[in-house]
């Protein structure tokens, strides 16, 4: 009798998972299909913005952002008196525009998306064949949308896309502590393109609006010249890009690298936490309370090492790397 149980169990595991995994097909499947369908994305090389950011701690700017699919993407921030480009990537090489001049990115730490993950997330997502699971149908605020969650196994990182139950287009991302809201969809020559998006943390950060948007046109090669104290750098480091950039660092720039890392950490703790959310397996579960505390540990280090003196600095940071040592052990120990 116990083996008929086990076997009408698996059974239903088994049915539960083909069924979940069919939603999600289904949702990918209609969200490709209503802005543009596969076709017409693979068809889309090249892509010019024209933009107007409002940054709730400074005035709007209007500036132009670039995407080509072969070399890379360009943002470029118009001034009254001439175009600066605030950052950039080619290829795996990106940078900033800082006070001090360009400082290049650290290879996987940019900002920067491609031209397929600016257009069209979840099919970029889906051609890569990253891990997805289907989480169930959400609200948020008023809306009623489709849940679907990412893995990228490599990098480590955890992203939440959110899908219209009506439309079928993707209206809300959220990646660690950082959530985007795409709205105002329009036509762009056969692909549906959201015009508006809002970047939020624990509070709004900014808000875009694209005022054009032209795809398909050339690009010219100008727009992607790696800037030249940046190309001098590279040069001088033929192994690559470097691990770390590190000119002068400020106190504020030391505690939002810090809180970069810890959130990439958060996001490989966010999917051990789903994987193991209905485990019965008390290792795991006291494993899971275990790195939960390090995270609040290491984030309550960060917010001291933002109020230290000069001399505690030090120390704090010591506290600091090892407290992100024992982190990183543990999720290498825990995820596969």
């Known amino acids: 009798m116990k083996q008929v149980m086990v076997i009408v169990v698996l059974l239903v595991v088994m049915n539960v998972g083909s069924v979940m995994g069919t939603v999600l097909d289904t949702v990918l499947t209609r969200y490709i299909s209503a802005i543009g369908g596969e076709q017409r994305l693979d068809e889309v090389m090249t892509l010019s913005l024209e933009m107007e950011v409002d940054y709730v701690s400074s005035p709007t700017v209007r500036a132009r952002m670039y995407f080509d699919v072969a070399k890379g993407q360009v943002q470029m921030v118009i001034t009254d008196t001439a175009e600066v480009t605030v950052s950039g990537a080619v290829g795996s090489v990106g940078w900033h525009l800082t006070q001090a001049g360009n400082e290049l990115v650290p290879e996987g730490q940019g900002t920067m998306v491609s031209l397929a993950e ?119 480091n033929k192994s690559g890009v470097p691990d770390v950039v590190v000119k002068s660092v400020s106190r504020d720039d030391m505690v939002a690298i810090y809180n970069h890392r810890l959130g990439k950490l958060n996001e490989r703790l966010e999917r051990f936490v789903i994987l193991n959310r209905k485990s019965d397996d008390q290792i795991a579960n006291d494993e899971t309370t275990r790195l ?45």
């Open 118 to 236: 600016f257009i069209c997330p979840a099919f970029e997502y889906k051609k890569q064949s990253l891990e997805q699971v289907y989480g169930g149908v959400v609200t948020l605020d008023s809306l009623v949308a489709h849940e679907i969650v990412t893995f990228d196994a490599t990098t480590g990182d955890t992203a939440r896309l959110y899908f219209d139950t009506t439309s079928s287009l993707l209206v809300r991302t959220r990646k660690a502590d950082v959530e985007v809201i795409l709205s105002e969809y329009a036509d762009v020559d056969g692909i549906l393109l959201y015009h508006q998006y809002e970047v939020r943390s624990d509070r709004l950060i900014s808000t875009t609006k694209i005022l054009s948007a032209t795809l398909n046109e050339v690009i010219p090669e100008s727009i992607f010249d790696i800037p030249a104290d940046i190309q001098s750098e590279l040069e001088e």
């Open 292 to 336: 939960q505390q390090l995270s609040k540990q290491i984030g309550q280090l960060l917010k001291s090492l933002s109020l230290a003196s000069d001399e505690g600095i030090a120390t704090l940071r010591d506290s600091i790397t090892a407290s992100f040592g024992n982190f990183e052990s543990g999720l290498d120990d825990s995820l596969p």
